[in-house]
Nanobody, 115 residues
Framework: QVRLVESGGGEVRPGGSLRLSCAAT????????LAWYRQPPGKERDLVAL???????NYADSVKGRFTISKDSIKNTLYLQMASLKPEDTAVYFC?????????WGQGTQVTVSS
């Protein structure tokens, strides 16, 4: 059974940085995409960053140039490096693993950007 566990969230001041991690365990093969989503309070969950297995990345317009998605295949860990954080980045961040056999989500980690 695939399990995803996010970490690295917290509270940071505007302009600050955080790195989120998503550790994956279980039988993982035939991966389509790896991604980060976020859900601000009272809003829907939206895509933040996505990576294909060929290494192609895509970002939401609101985070381009500030966020970077990456992975460590040996550690089975997905990362989201976030810089120049803004109050509007406040949300619960979820990692997403899309396999041929199905889609998996982590439990989420809270990121709060506030002065």
């Amino acid at each position: 059974q695939v399990r995803l566990v996010e970490s690295g969230g917290g509270e940071v001041r505007p302009g600050g940085s955080l790195r989120l991690s998503c550790a994956a365990t279980g039988i993982i093969f035939r991966v389509n995409t790896l991604a980060w989503y976020r859900q601000p309070p009272g809003k829907e969950r939206d895509l933040v960053a996505l990576m294909t297995m060929s290494g192609t990345t895509n970002y939401a317009d609101s985070v381009k140039g500030r966020f970077t998605i990456s992975k460590d295949s040996i550690k089975n860990t997905l990362y989201l490096q976030m810089a120049s954080l803004k109050p509007e980045d406040t949300a619960v961040y979820f990692c997403n693993l899309n396999l041929v056999s199905g889609t998996h989500w982590g439990q989420g980690t809270q990121v709060t950007v506030s002065s």
